[in-house]
């Protein structure tokens, strides 16, 4: 029997399907691609933007053609809030929701015998208990994703992820502790922690942890070179937490703060809880306390009532705060929260100009920062051969900076040190020493 996925959306999304994956091994099917012919799809969707749920139909789609006795299973975000409509559309076998995902074999098995359509999605209002979805064998080896948090209690205006998410729940920490000593056995040198909204980390647990302590027991465990945090809100980082982790040997420098406006007015409409005050003051307390420091960041334009005014607020702002690296995204509505029902909706040429504006700002803020790094020599984990130049290998710094050196044999997985030499098209190209 045969398997295949397709997942959209964020890094929590790829972790599950690696996961789901595993499931079907243990049973004996082998994974193939999706464009090609297998007994099952599972297609992992994404809701948290309109592109996401077309690109969920068209994949659906998709594997329809492939074979049209195959059993199709949608699961995810958008199985998660539009259940029903993700049943009706043609071809859809099985909807499971986000805290179901672990079963998903099982439903497989079903959905064969009783050929009927199955739906199975928990409500997240009730069910607030953390799916343990390990990952046991890895197929890359160098860096390993390690899910140790779901859901958010922010609602942000514009985010649908609260409803499709849930409630915040935590991997228990010693479940988290064990499978950081298996994959330091299994060699691999990095270990990114990930989640939906990692900063609540241990908040449900009711003991003592958060997710500075995990972070410190983490450092303890031998074997493991680095440990990456990903995307967090910058309200983590309060001054104590700043030098406490400031302490840890493995954490690299490299923080991914969401900042999504740089004007106060847009962030309160938002329901963003800090202000452009309070996230300068976290930048410079991270840039003052942790050396090589990269802090990039996500950025929303044309949210609803963002003014010309406005506008030139986040971008002097990001101008003044010179980042590493943005991602600029362009609002766009998702029925069911707040902000899709704002007066002042931005027109789309408008948020495309104000796009283009940002991104020309982060092309040379980015060149700015590398620059920096020009002639030194820093510890580079090398990934894999780079694919544009045979012999030569990709990987990157601590502070998440990607480097490209020719080197006489494989180094994949391997730390080395190296001369960062010159910068072309976002990457540094370097020699190792
Ligand atoms: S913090 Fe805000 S943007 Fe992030 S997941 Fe939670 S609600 Fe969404």
């Known amino acids: 029997m045969k398997v295949s996925f397709s997942t959209l959306g964020c890094r929590v999304n790829q972790y599950e399907t690696e996961a789901m994956a595993e499931k ?66 043609p071809g859809v076998d099985i909807v499971l929701g986000n805290r179901n995902k672990g079963e998903i074999v099982y439903w497989v098995n079903r959905a064969k015998e009783e ?72 060699g691999f040198k990095e270990i990114i922690l990930s989640g939906i909204h990692i900063a609540s980390y241990g908040s449900d647990l009711g003991e003592d942890w958060n997710l500075v302590r995990i972070l410190e027991e983490i450092d303890k465990i031998p074997g493991i070179e680095r440990v990456r945090i990903g995307s967090i809100d910058p309200q983590f980082f309060t001054e104590g937490v700043v030098e406490k982790i400031s302490n840890l040997k493995k954490l690299c420098p490299h923080f991914h703060l969401s900042l999504q406006s740089g004007c106060d007015k847009t962030l309160n409409r938002m329901n963003r809880r800090y202000t452009t005050l309070e996230y300068k003051n976290i930048v410079e307390d991270l840039r003052k306390n942790i050396k090589d420091v990269s802090i990039t960041t996500d950025v929303i334009v044309g949210f609803p009532g963002e ?69 030194r020599e820093m510890p580079v984990l090398y990934e894999q051969e780079y694919s544009k130049i045979k012999g030569n290998y990709e990987g990157y710094t601590p502070n998440y900076i990607k480097v490209v050196s020719p080197y006489l044999k494989d180094i994949s997985g391997n730390i080395m040190n190296t001369k960062l030499s010159e910068i072309k098209e976002e990457i540094i190209f370097g020699n190792i020493e």
Request: charged residues 30%; positive net charge.
């Open 307 to 375: 003014t010309e005014e406005e506008f030139e607020e986040t971008y002097n702002f990001l101008k003044d705060i010179k980042l590493s690296k943005m991602h600029i995204f362009k609002y766009s509505p998702r029925k069911g929260t707040k902000a899709a029902n704002m007066k002042n909706q931005v027109n789309g040429n408008v948020k495309e100009e104000r796009s283009k504006k940002l991104i020309e700002l982060d092309i040379k803020l980015e060149k700015c920062f590398m620059s920096k790094f020009i002639g």
């Open 115 to 186: 050929k009927k359509q199955i739906i199975q999605v928990k409500d997240l209002i009730k069910y607030k208990k953390f799916e343990n979805l390990n990952i046991e064998e890895y197929v890359d080896k160098t860096r390993a994703f390690l899910k140790i948090q779901d859901g958010c209690n922010r609602f942000c205006s514009y985010c649908l992820i609260p409803f499709a998410r849930g409630a915040v729940c935590s991997k228990n920490p010693e479940v988290v502790l064990k499978e950081v000593t298996q994959l330091s056995q299994h």
């Open 24 to 89: 079907f091994i243990i049973e004996g099917y082998e994974i193939v691609n999706f464009n090609e012919f297998a007994d099952v799809y599972v297609i992992n969707t994404c809701t948290v933007t309109n592109m996401g749920d077309k690109k969920s139909r068209q994949m659906i789609g998709r594997a329809r053609r492939q074979n049209e006795n195959a059993i199709i299973a949608v699961v995810g975000c958008y199985s998660q809030i539009s259940p029903e409509k993700v049943a009706k559309i």
